[in-house]
């Protein structure tokens, strides 16, 4: 059963850090893209940050400069620093893997997701 499980998520004051860990299972992901999405409470769902299956990364303008993205193949893992973090950074933190386009579909591999809060 190939399984995204995340984890590192909590309750943090504003201008605090976090560390997200994404662990895979069940298949190695070192051939496909991985990213980080967030969805706050009556919001859609948006994109964080991204690590391609070659190294490349890339950021949304909310997350440069504060956030880096980074993977460990041997571990089948994804990471994902969080810094001087601000209350509009609450949300769920999902991670997800996908080997097809720029960015993953619904059917894609995603995890449950963990609860980032961001006090003021």
């Known amino acids: 059963q190939v399984q995204l499980v995340e984890s590192g998520g909590g309750l943090v004051q504003a201008g605090g850090s976090l560390r997200l860990s994404c662990a895979g299972s069940?298949?190695?992901?070192?051939?496909?893209?991985m990213a980080w999405f967030r969805q706050a409470p009556g919001k859609e769902r948006e994109f964080v940050a991204r690590?391609?299956?070659?190294?490349?990364?890339d950021y949304a303008d909310s997350a440069k400069g504060r956030f880096i993205i980074s993977r460990d193949s041997a571990k089948n893992t994804v990471f994902l620093q969080m810094n001087t973090l601000k209350p509009e950074d609450t949300a769920v933190y999902l991670c997800?893997?996908?080997?097809?386009?720029?960015?993953?579909?619904?059917?894609?591999?995603w995890g449950q997701g963990t609860q980032v809060t961001v006090s003021s």
């Open positions: 069940g298949r190695p992901f070192d051939t496909f893209n």
């Open positions: 997800a893997a996908w080997r097809v386009g720029d960015y993953p579909e619904d059917y894609d591999y």
């Open positions: 690590s391609g299956w070659n190294g490349g990364t």
